[in-house]
């Protein structure tokens, strides 16, 4: 079911129960999701298997059961007026029978080809948007038919890949043979590898009418596949290089007749070639920092397509850096468990703290951000430096 004009109201009167939005997946998105929906006045209703999940542990219900259970999605559908996801990797099938009933942002179909990299890569080029030379690999055949200027290159599962899981690096065929053995020979994509110069991402949001607004365009610093910085705006873009991503990534969006967040990563060679690199159908890790440094947050943007209120463009009143807290941070270097030192990052200036209220700590695993806002870019990127050092995360 597409969504319409209709729009869902918070509540009717005073001590009415509020309408509820519901959301696939109890994860750190779900969890900024849900805080949003109940500062507006809404219900939140989170679909999680994890008895701690995030999102669930704070909203109104939580369903615990598996993404495809009969009984959880018809739960979902008595108690919500609207859904949303917060990963990618909801089955698409159970957004499917959810949005027979219901209105869901984003649909379906769109969830699917964003959670297939070979569909991804095809619909940018559908939508006239480059992208990094690429094969597709399911078939010994292609295997034996992938093209040398392709390597040396990157190995990605077509599916289920995320945070640099499903990749390897290849720079010969015999490598390659390897590393598609090592995966289980699933259905692949071999990219080129190339020289970057930055990443970049655009997080828009679309509602019914078409209607699309975006967040001031974030940098982005990964390491080891994760994403570990990100400054907003991005620093140095020119203004052409600027309005080739906005309009890109709208492009994609308005190919997919998209409802909902997303957003599309960029790839900047040296040169100044813009290419997409993928799409998240959901809010993303680099733009929490709007939480603190914009009028109206991703997730409040998320809220307001759900619900046919309306979208504004978000203004950025603070400069921006924000640094991904993994698990490895509650560990000494000799591996025992610490506590950081909250107190003195949040005697730095313009530091916000979001722990995400996960039951424990392990390395590569996202617990929570912190944000750093300032007057200027040159102060949030002093004192995020300052912060790192108190942390223990090596300088950017």
Same mark, same amino acid.
């Given at each position: 079911?597409?969504?319409?004009?209709?729009?869902?109201?918070?509540?009717?009167?005073?001590?009415?129960?509020?309408?509820?939005?519901?959301?696939?997946?109890?994860?750190?998105?779900?969890?900024?999701?849900?805080?949003?929906?109940?500062?507006?006045?809404?219900?939140?209703?989170?679909?999680?298997?994890?008895?701690?999940?995030?999102?669930?542990?704070?909203?109104?219900?939580?369903?615990?059961?598996?993404?495809?259970?009969?009984?959880?999605?018809?739960?979902?559908?008595?108690?919500?007026?609207?859904?949303?996801?917060?990963?990618?990797?909801?089955?698409?099938?159970?957004?499917?029978?959810?949005?027979?009933?219901?209105?869901?942002?984003?649909?379906?179909?769109?969830?699917?080809?964003?959670?297939?990299?070979?569909?991804?890569?095809?619909?940018?080029?559908?939508?006239?948007?480059?992208?990094?030379?690429?094969?597709?690999?399911?078939?010994?055949?292609?295997?034996?038919?992938?093209?040398?200027?392709?390597?040396?290159?990157?190995?990605?599962?077509?599916?289920?890949?995320?945070?640099?899981?499903?990749?390897?690096?290849?720079?010969?065929?015999?490598?390659?043979?390897?590393?598609?053995?090592?995966?289980?020979?699933?259905?692949?994509?071999?990219?080129?590898?190339?020289?970057?110069?930055?990443?970049?991402?655009?997080?828009?949001?679309?509602?019914?009418?078409?209607?699309?607004?975006?967040?001031?365009?974030?940098?982005?610093?990964?390491?080891?596949?994760?994403?570990?910085?990100?400054?907003?705006?991005?620093?140095?873009?020119?203004?052409?290089?600027?309005?080739?991503?906005?309009?890109?990534?709208?492009?994609?969006?308005?190919?997919?007749?998209?409802?909902?967040?997303?957003?599309?990563?960029?790839?900047?060679? %040296?040169?100044?070639? &813009?290419?997409?690199?993928?799409? $998240?159908? +959901?809010?993303?890790?680099? *733009? /929490?920092? =709007? @939480?603190?440094?914009?009028?109206?947050?991703?997730?409040?943007?998320?809220?307001?397509?759900?619900?046919?209120?309306?979208?504004?463009?978000?203004?950025?009143?603070?400069?921006?850096?924000?640094?991904?807290?993994?698990?490895?941070?509650?560990?000494?270097?000799?591996?025992?468990?610490?506590?950081?030192?909250?107190?003195?990052?949040?005697?730095?200036?313009? %530091?916000?703290?979001? &722990?995400?209220?996960?039951?424990? $700590?392990? +390395?590569?695993?996202?617990? *929570? /951000?912190? =944000? @750093?806002?300032?007057?200027?870019?040159?102060?949030?990127?002093?004192?995020?430096?300052?912060?790192?050092?108190?942390?223990?995360?090596?300088?950017?």
């Amino acid at each position: 079911m597409s969504l319409h004009k209709t729009i869902l109201p918070a509540a009717t009167a005073v001590g009415a129960q509020s309408t509820t939005l519901g959301v696939m997946g109890g994860g750190q998105l779900g969890r900024m999701f849900v805080q949003a929906a109940q500062r507006m006045g809404y219900f939140t209703a989170v679909l999680d298997p994890d008895v701690a999940s995030p999102a669930g542990l704070i909203s109104h219900v939580h369903v615990q059961t598996d993404y495809l259970d009969e009984q959880g999605l018809a739960q979902m559908l008595k108690r919500c007026a609207a859904i949303t996801i917060e990963f990618e990797n909801v089955p698409s099938g159970a957004l499917y029978t959810l949005g027979a009933h219901l209105p869901t942002a984003p649909g379906s179909e769109s969830v699917a080809v964003c959670q297939d990299r070979a569909r991804e890569k095809r619909h940018f080029n559908e939508c006239a948007v480059a992208c990094a030379p690429y094969a597709v690999i399911e078939t010994a055949e292609q295997l034996a038919a992938a093209p040398e200027a392709l390597l040396p290159g990157i190995l990605k599962t077509a599916r289920l890949g995320y945070d640099g899981k499903g990749q390897a690096r290849v720079a010969t065929r015999e490598q390659l043979v390897a590393a598609w053995a090592a995966l289980k020979q699933q259905p692949c994509v071999l990219e080129q590898w190339l020289p970057l110069a930055l990443e970049l991402s655009v997080i828009l949001a679309r509602d019914a009418d078409g209607l699309t607004v975006a967040l001031p365009i974030q940098h982005n610093l990964h390491r080891d596949g994760i994403l570990a910085v990100t400054t907003a705006p991005a620093p140095g873009l020119c203004d052409a290089l600027a309005a080739n991503a906005f309009a890109a990534a709208g492009r994609i969006a308005e190919g997919l007749l998209y409802v909902g967040v997303l957003c599309v990563e960029f790839f900047v060679l %040296a040169d100044g070639t &813009l290419l997409a690199n993928e799409m $998240a159908p +959901r809010p993303h890790n680099s *733009g /929490h920092h =709007s @939480l603190d440094s914009c009028d109206v947050s991703q997730f409040e943007l998320q809220v307001r397509c759900m619900t046919g209120l309306p979208l504004v463009a978000p203004r950025q009143h603070s400069a921006a850096v924000m640094l991904n807290l993994l698990g490895d941070l509650w560990f000494d270097a000799d591996g025992h468990e610490r506590t950081p030192d909250w107190a003195r990052v949040l005697a730095l200036p313009g %530091a916000h703290l979001h &722990l995400y209220g996960k039951s424990s $700590a392990r +390395r590569g695993r996202k617990m *929570g /951000h912190l =944000s @750093l806002t300032a007057a200027t870019p040159e102060a949030a990127q002093a004192t995020a430096l300052q912060a790192a050092r108190v942390l223990g995360i090596a300088p950017f």
